[in-house]
C-alpha cells in the first residue's frame, strides 16, 4: 500500500515537474520577448507586417500561413487516415492489414526531412507545371506533405480506437447481418470517437509544430497569403530563418513572440477541440 | 443419414478444428424445422462453436477450420450456406442468435431494436416502432422498458438486457434461431415466459438451443442431441 502510495507520489511529482516545464518555457519566451513587447509594440507585432529594415516585426503573414496550412493539412488528412484506418480494422483483407499497419508506423519514423526532400524533386515539378506560373513551391504544395506526413499519427490513434471497441459488439453486430462497412459506420465509429478526436488534435498539433515541410516546400515568403496557391512562411520556418540573427537585435526578439503566439494558439486550438469534440474520459480537462 | 421432408439444417461430414484440437468430427445430422433442437453435453466440446457453424460466426472469431457442408432449407430447397449466392450477412439476417452473455449494442433500447431492421434497409418509423413494440410484447419486455425506450440498453439488468437481446433477434423474423444457454441469466419467471415464448416462435422457425438445463430440455425440446467426443449422438 505505501510503495503504491509512493508510487502516486512520484507520478504526482513527475506531472507537477511537467507542469511547471511548460509555464517555464512560457516565462521564458516572455522573458526574452519582453523589450519587443514593451515597446509598445504588441499589436502591430501581431497584427502587422514583417519588414525589419522598416523596424516593423510584425508576424501575422506568419500567422495566417500556419493556421491555413496546418488546418488544411489536418483536413485532408482526416478522410486519408479513416480510410487507411477502416480498411486496415475490417476492409481490407486479412492478409493485407498488418502489412498496411507495418507501412503507416514505416511511414511514421521517417524523418519529416525525407518527405521535403522527395516532395523538392517529385511534387514540386508537378505544381509548377500544373499552376502554369511561379516556382512550384506553395502553401498547397506544404499541404499535400503536410498531409502525408501527419497521416500516420493520426492512422496510429484511429486503429487503436477502432480496435479497442469490445468483441462482444463487435459479434452481436455480425450475428445481426452487419457488413463490415455498417459495423464501421454504425458501432465501430461512434464507439471509437474518442480516440478519432484524440488523433485529430495530436494531427493538428503535428501539423503547427512542424517545421521543415514548411521551410521546404511552402516558398517563405512573409507575405499574407492569399490561396492556397500563394507562397508562404510558417511561424516555425519564421523562427528558423530568423534565429541566425544577431542576438540583440529586435528582430532576433521577435521570434520569441513567434514562439509565445504558436504556443498559445497551439493550446488554444487543443482547448476548443477538448470542448467541442467527445475525447476520452480520461483526457478530460 | 436419412432426409425428411421437415428438416431445415443439415450438415454433410462436417468437422471443425481450432488449430490442432478437434471439436467436431465428420458430423452428419438435420435438424427438423418448427420444433425445438437441444443440443447438450459438457463445457468445452464445443456445443457454441456448433451453433457458430450455423450462422457462420466463428469466421469472425477466427482460428477456426471447417470442412465438410453445412445446408439450410430455404424456400423450399436445400442452399449450401457457403454458396456465393448467400452472402454472410444474408444468411445471419435469416439466422437470428442469442449469445450466452446478454450483449445489447451501446445504443439506446429503441436503437438496438431498430438496428437489425436498418441494416435490411427498413427505415420506415412506424414499421420499426410497430415491429419493436411487437417483439417487446413476445419476449415479456414492453411493460418493464417502454417508458424508457430511449435510454442505454446496458443500464437494464441482465435479464432484462437477455429478453432484449432476444427481441433484436426477432425483429427480421428468422428462420432459424440459435440461442446458447439464452435463460443463465434470468430469474425463474422470466425463465418460464422465455420458454414459453420458444414453445411459440418454433411455429415459425426452427430453434436450436444449447442448454445445460435438462428439466428445460425435456420441458421444451422436440429433438436431443448430446456433444460429446466430437460426435453428435441423438438421444431423443
Redesign the interface.
Known sequence: MSRLSAAERALQLTTVCCGLLVAAMLVLMLVLAWPLLHSGQLLSLIGGDWQPAAGRYGIAPMLAASLLLAISAVLLAIPLSLGTAFAAVALAPPFLRSPLMLCVRLMAGIPTVIYGFAAVFALVPLMRQWIGSGSGFTLLTATLVLAVLIAPTMIVFFVGGLRAVPQGYSLAADALGCRPVDKLLYLLLPQAAPAITAGIVMGLGRALGDTMIGLMLAGNSAIMPDSMLSTGRTLTSHIALVIAADFSSMEFKSIFACGIVLYLLTAALVAILRRTLPLPATARP | MTTTMNGKIRTEKLSFSYGERLLLGDISVEFADQAITAITGPSGTGKSTLLTVF?R?WE??GGGALRGRVLLRLEGRWQDIHAAEMPV?????RV??V?Q?P????MSISANLA??L???GIEDKQEIAARSREALLRVHLLTEVEDRLGSDARLLSGGQQQRL?LA??LM?HPEVLLLDEPTSSLDPKACTGIEELLLELKESCAIVLVSHYQDQISRIADQVYLLGERTLLRQR
Open positions: 450462422n460466426l469472425e472469431i450477412s444474408m444468411l445471419r439476417r437470428g442468435m449469445f452473455t450483449n445489447p449494442l451501446p438496428f437489425p436498418k441494416l435490411a437481446c433484436r433477434a427480421l
